[in-house]
Nanobody, 119 residues
Framework: QVQLVESGGGLVQAGGSLRLSCAVS??????MGWYRQAPGKQREFLAT???????NYADFVKGRFTISRDNAKNTVYLQLNSLKPEDTAVYYC???????????????WGQGTQVTVSS
């Protein structure tokens, strides 16, 4: 069974940083991505990365969030810097999809990790 397991979320003060991880088992995805969903809002695309390291970002995270991956560990990361209270959300990783036009529609999703940013 394919599994995507996120970790690294938590409570952080505004201006702080977190690094989220997503470990994938039983399959290797060429492209992986991150989304987030805040309470009462739709899920937002954040970033994708290919196995070769090519990344795409939503405009509003450029310069603050960085996606990376370790192919040997089959793990993708999302570094969150300069966090703001409005970044509070559940962050999800996804795999098996294709990035196109600012969207990444993927069939496999993790369970999410909560990020809470206090002011």
């Amino acid at each position: 069974q394919v599994q995507l397991v996120e970790s690294g979320g938590g409570l952080v003060q505004a201006g702080g940083s977190l690094r989220l991880s997503c470990a994938v088992s039983r399959i290797i995805f060429n492209t992986m991505g991150w989304y987030r969903q805040a309470p009462g809002k739709q899920r937002e695309f954040l970033a994708t990365i290919t196995s070769g390291g090519s990344a795409n970002y939503a405009d509003f995270v450029k310069g603050r969030f960085t996606i990376s991956r370790d192919n040997a560990k089959n793990t993708v990361y999302l570094q969150l810097n300069s966090l703001k209270p409005e970044d509070t959300a559940v962050y999800y990783c996804a795999g098996g999809g294709t990035y196109y036009g600012g969207r990444y529609d993927a069939p496999y999703w993790g369970q999410g990790t909560q990020v809470t940013v206090s002011s």
